[in-house]
């Protein structure tokens, strides 16, 4: 028998992940089933439980895939010397995500719900949201060193105000309202805001 190479196995369950999460964003996660799955994929239930035993463990998966390319951008950013204005890295992560994968911008909501319910899935978004904390933070240090930001605001809480940004650029985005153009543009407006004291500076 000719073995199967790795491409085709990544393609087959890239197929099945991708069918899977069209069933959880249309009927969520609980109301789809496994035979909605195979319907969805065309394919046969040994081909599908080759790859993954449960409906918990393709959650997992889409998680971590997409998981994984948010942290990447923000791990490039964090070890640049001069990174890019945080706009630019947001706008970063949201096309890579538009650009690599193909699962409804509802399964965002999905999965955020899940993590009430599922230990597992809560215990993977923690360690993400504290990765991408540090990876921030380290990111404003180097705007403050360069005197790029204020260098009186804790960079954690600046982290975590640009995470916040993006999360609801995700929920607009799963109601049908997320538009990069203008997350570009309110981005780049909040950047050029000038307070009355700095303009006081600058006469």
Not at 153 to 167: F, G, K, N, Y
Request: proline residues 5%.
């Amino acid at each position: 028998m000719a073995r199967v190479s790795q491409e085709h196995l990544d393609s087959r369950r890239r197929q099945i992940l991708e069918g899977a999460a069209r069933c959880f964003a249309r009927d969520g996660f609980h109301g789809t089933t496994m035979q909605d799955v195979l319907a969805e994929t065309g394919l046969s239930a040994g081909a599908v439980y080759r790859y993954f035993p449960s409906k918990d463990a393709m959650i997992l998966e889409i998680a971590h895939s997409v998981l994984d390319v948010v942290h990447s951008a923000f791990e490039e950013a964090s070890h640049s010397p001069k990174p890019p204005p945080p706009d630019e890295i947001l706008l970063e992560v949201v096309e890579r995500l538009t650009a690599h994968f193909a699962h409804p911008p509802q399964m965002v909501l999905q999965v955020w719900a899940e993590t009430f319910r599922n230990p597992e899935l809560a215990a993977l978004l923690d360690t993400f949201i504290d990765r991408v904390v540090t990876a921030w933070a380290r990111i404003v240090g180097t705007y403050q060193a360069r005197g790029e930001m204020a260098a009186d605001l804790p960079p954690e809480h600046v982290a975590r105000t640009l995470i916040a940004c993006c999360q609801g650029f995700m929920v607009q985005r799963a109601l049908g309202h997320g538009d990069i153009a203008w997350l570009r543009d309110g981005l780049r407006g909040l950047a050029t805001f000038r307070r009355e004291e700095e303009e006081g500076e600058g006469a």
